[in-house]
């Protein structure tokens, strides 16, 4: 049986990581003293007995706690699911769905840096339209995505429970307006795109959920492309992937009345891609749950993948 341990795991990712783990079946957790979780030398200890450590921690600790390995420790095996190390070198991009080179890679790492939620969602839906040739990598991509409020962690979760009697909070909200937000680097690095999209993050009052849509002008794309196409091309990519869902073309099923639910991946591993549009214009959507695929869900797929388990185990 492996050992796991969780490095901030009192955090929500880290709190739905362990949930995972406990149904497992496969593993058996570390778990820290609760007054030692700030202690060090106890969690050098712990990262240094563990077949795979989760860092469920800001960039900063992340950077920190990867230092605790000690130099002769060749076993240990890291996943992070901060942002610190997703485009850095010597770490794999925890993404199985990106390519089968990609799921390779991850089984064979030694470090795996998790996707974040928005970037799992865009990543999705672009990166193989532009590996096929159909959205050219210099295309002027935008992305609008909505998530639930729990992405935004403790503070945030903590923001709109307080205000649900108040309904301060019940509009939907953009922001990282500056165009700048810390998903960007990976979205532009792993779609294979030469410039970073225009992003914009958007967080509406619920728990979790999420959708993230990519417009394109098919006038811009490669000559010959269609709706139709664009959704071909994406089946293809997909076909035999168990948690990524390439939905039915113009299904009446897709929406609720002509309106979209953001929510009904929620619960899952599971993301599914969309294809809506016209003759001239194209909407690709991903929906997942922010805390599922986009974060605790991913983590133990590539823990599944790394430790020689079924891809599955504790997420179907």
């Known amino acids: 049986m492996s050992t796991v341990f969780v490095d901030g795991q009192e955090g929500t990712t880290g709190l739905q990581i362990r949930e995972r783990l406990v149904a497992h079946g496969g593993v058996r957790l570390l778990e820290i003293e609760p007054e030692r979780r700030k202690d060090a030398e106890r969690r050098r200890e712990l990262i240094n007995e563990a077949d795979a450590v989760f860092l469920c921690l800001p960039d900063t600790a992340a950077r920190e706690a990867v230092a605790l390995v000690d130099p002769s420790n060749t076993r240990t095996r890291m996943i992070d699911a901060s942002t610190a190390h997703r485009v850095a070198d010597g770490w794999t991009y925890g993404l199985p769905e990106l390519s089968p080179e990609q799921r390779r890679a991850i089984r064979g790492a030694r470090c795996v840096a998790v996707t974040g939620c928005h970037a799992a969602g865009f990543i999705l839906a672009l990166a193989p339209l532009v590996a096929c040739g159909l959205v050219p990598c210099d295309y002027p991509v935008a992305c609008h995505s909505l998530t639930g409020y729990s992405g935004g962690g403790k503070n945030m979760i903590a923001d709109y429970e307080a205000a649900r009697d108040s309904r301060a909070l019940d509009a939907a909200r953009m922001y990282a307006l500056g165009l700048v937000h810390k998903h960007l680097p990976e979205m532009r690095a792993y779609t294979g795109l030469a410039h970073a999209p225009v992003f914009v993050p958007i967080v509406d009052n619920f728990y979790k959920g999420m959708a993230v849509s990519v417009p394109l002008h098919l006038r811009l794309c490669a000559p010959g492309t269609t709706r139709a196409r664009i959704h071909e091309a994406l089946v293809e990519h997909y076909r ?19 309106f979209f639910d953001a929510l009904a991946a929620n619960d899952t591993n599971r993301n599914d891609v969309f294809v809506f549009g016209n003759d001239e214009r194209v909407l690709v959507v991903s929906r997942l749950d922010n805390l599922g695929k986009g974060a605790s869900g991913a983590a133990v797929q590539c823990m ?11 997420l179907e």
Not at 307 to 312: A, S, T, Y
């Open 240 to 258: 035999g992937e168990r948690f990524v869902r390439v939905m039915p073309l113009d299904a009446e099923s897709n929406t609720d009345g002509g």
């Open 304 to 314: 599944n993948l790394m430790l020689g388990f079924d891809e599955g185990t504790a």
